[in-house]
């Protein structure tokens, strides 16, 4: 039963495929996604840039094969939430800027603790330009961490704007803070506070 | 003697009741629509300016100051919604209550309303209900924080406690126990603690979730050596469910109440606090300490919850820290969201 309504779905899939969208050579999410972390973990793994001295160089090289497949302006836009539109266009280029600093920092510096963690695509869903790739991280000790992606189809690319862990979906927590201090303060205020962020985080390295 | 020591549990626990009851009193909670009302008739400016009068209960919102009516209307696009929200600030002050539709509100909707059809295209994800999980459109409940001040001190006191304290000494205890036996630890405290997640199971209707822990502690019992191995989970592929009181109470439509921070255990909020205090009822090492020694189960309970932070290093929590702009709401955030995909399992 369940596999006839796969190929039903699947045939459905593919006519609908053929017909409407020809032109359109976008690549699966899942496919797309996985096939960036695999490439993140062979620079993770990679014997020539492991070790702590060889920090700076890993994250060079792990930020060159990842960063392309964010959409930084998305997460930032969700990030505001509500006050991203009162922002001139300036304004929302320096936040962008200032919010993937800030993402970088502290995404690609997780990765220094990486331990042979194994990454297990779970399932995808798609509707038409919105898609979530879940997929479960596996540590050495058993430990399993479900990790979603949720991704935006621009133009025929695919693309992630959000990640979610362990059901804390990364851009509604920095909504919650930004909102918060937003609250409290004018925006000039978000903007010095995650200026400090970045220095301080430049600093310790 | 020993009865001392439950009128203080007692008495947390009425309080939290009535608190979780006061607080709570609307089943369904405020959602915050953060980014998601631009298509909305309500308009950013009113949104904002509910946001903000919230905890007052002040329904609306006429300016209070000299601000000139017009001057919204007049304002070019983008910037229209800033004065209404400015006002909205200083009537959090005032407690002012109206329902008029004043005419700065009017034409901060107007401007909301224009502006909306231009941006329909960014926003467009809010029709997308199918996915579920566009974050513009999941509206992350708002947390109720009356405490804050308390909660932001306990927060710093946790965090050097955590650095200063507990960080240190299970670096050492990393160093002498090999990760194996930390896991082992762990396994044997889970395996003892299985009624509490057998119950609570059975009190959400969960037969599946209770036949599997019953089916898990049958297992790791005996081939996993008296619990020290999860060959359940390993072998038969048996997932332990992760099922607490506070779950429980939440499927039973008990909102979360006020958000609360609690020194050494961290945050949590008056239902899950309220979910501790069953979940050590449901601990067969609370159920020892009042037959035998409170304090060989309690350390014993204490070390496991120690050997619990060595085996995670730490990493959940200073990942969260390390990458927040403010660390206070981003643990509060991270907690809520959390607690809210565990319910809904």
Redo the contacts between chains.
């Keep these: 039963m369940k596999c006839r309504k796969m190929m039903l779905g699947m045939s459905v899939g593919i006519s609908v495929l053929l017909f409407t969208s020809s032109f359109s050579l976008a690549m699966e999410p899942g496919k797309l996604l996985m096939e960036t972390v695999d490439k993140g973990l062979t620079v993770l793994k990679e014997p020539a840039l492991s070790g702590t001295e060889k920090t700076q160089e890993r994250r060079q090289a792990l930020w060159k094969e990842i960063s392309c497949v964010f959409n930084f302006e998305e997460m930032s836009?969700?990030a505001?939430?509500?006050h991203?539109?009162?922002r001139?266009p300036e304004e929302k280029k320096e936040f962008v800027e200032l919010f993937t600093n800030?993402?970088k920092?502290?995404?690609i510096?997780?990765t220094d603790?990486y331990n042979g963690e194994k990454v297990v695509l779970l399932r995808e869903?798609q509707?038409?330009d919105?898609?979530?790739v879940q997929t479960k991280f596996i540590t050495k000790?058993?430990t399993e961490i479900a990790v979603?992606y949720?991704m935006l189809n621009n133009s025929g690319e695919w693309k992630i704007y959000?990640v979610?862990i362990?059901?804390?979906?990364m851009?509604?927590?920095?909504?919650?803070?930004?909102?918060?201090?937003l609250?409290k303060s004018p925006y000039e205020n978000?903007v010095k506070?995650?200026q400090e962020?970045t220095t301080e985080e430049t600093a310790t390295q | 003697m020993r009865k001392s020591v439950f009128l203080p549990i007692f008495f947390v626990l009425v309080v939290c009741l009535y608190m979780s009851f006061v607080w709570a009193d609307d089943p369904t909670p405020t959602v915050?629509k953060?980014?998601?009302?631009?298509g909305d008739s309500k308009g950013?400016a009113s949104?904002?300016v509910d946001?903000?009068l919230k905890d007052t209960h002040v329904e609306l919102k006429i300016p209070v100051t000299g601000e000139q009516p017009g001057e919204a209307a007049s304002e070019s696009k983008?910037?229209a919604?800033?004065p209404a929200v400015t006002e909205a600030k200083e009537l959090k002050d005032t407690h002012v209550e109206s329902n008029d539709p004043t005419p700065v509100e009017q034409a901060a909707k107007k401007a909301s309303e224009s502006?909306s059809k231009s941006?329909v295209t960014?926003y467009a994800?809010n029709e997308?209900k199918?996915?579920g999980?566009?974050?513009?459109e999941?509206e992350?409940p708002s947390?109720r924080d009356p405490f804050q001040s308390y909660n932001r001190g306990v927060f710093v006191f946790n965090d050097k406690a955590y650095y200063y304290l507990i960080k240190p000494v299970y670096k050492g205890y990393n160093k002498v126990v090999p990760?194996k036996a930390r896991?082992s630890v762990r396994n044997f405290f889970s395996n003892i603690r299985m009624p509490g997640r057998f119950l609570n199971c059975l009190f959400q209707g969960k037969i599946n979730g209770a036949a599997t822990e019953l089916a898990r502690f049958i297992v790791n019992s005996t081939i996993g050596v008296g619990g020290l191995f999860?060959p359940a989970?390993?072998q038969f592929h048996l997932d332990r469910q992760n099922e607490d009181f506070g779950q429980t109470l939440a499927k039973a439509n008990m909102g979360p109440g006020f958000y609360i921070e609690w020194p050494f255990l961290g945050p949590s909020n008056a239902r899950d606090t309220l979910g501790y205090i069953g979940d050590i009822a449901m601990d067969p090492l609370s159920i020892l300490a009042f037959f035998i020694n409170p304090l060989v189960p309690g350390g014993a309970s204490g070390y496991n919850t120690f050997n619990d932070v060595s085996?995670d290093g730490g990493?959940t929590y200073e990942?969260?820290i390390?990458?927040?702009?403010?660390p206070y709401?981003?643990v509060?955030?991270?907690y809520q969201?959390?607690r809210?995909?565990?319910i809904k399992e």
């Design positions: 836009k969700r505001l939430g509500q991203w539109k009162k001139s800030i993402l920092d502290a995404y510096g997780k603790t869903k509707d038409s919105y898609a979530v000790n058993g979603d949720s959000d979610i362990e059901g804390v979906s851009i509604n927590n920095y909504r919650s803070q930004f909102n918060n201090i609250l978000l506070r995650m962020k | 915050s953060s980014g998601g009302t631009v950013a949104y904002a946001k903000e983008g910037t919604a800033t502006e941006d960014a994800v997308d199918e996915l999980n566009n974050n513009l999941v992350t947390v990760e896991l999860d989970k390993s085996v990493d990942s969260i390390k990458s927040a702009v403010d709401i981003a509060q955030d991270a969201q959390n809210e995909k565990k």
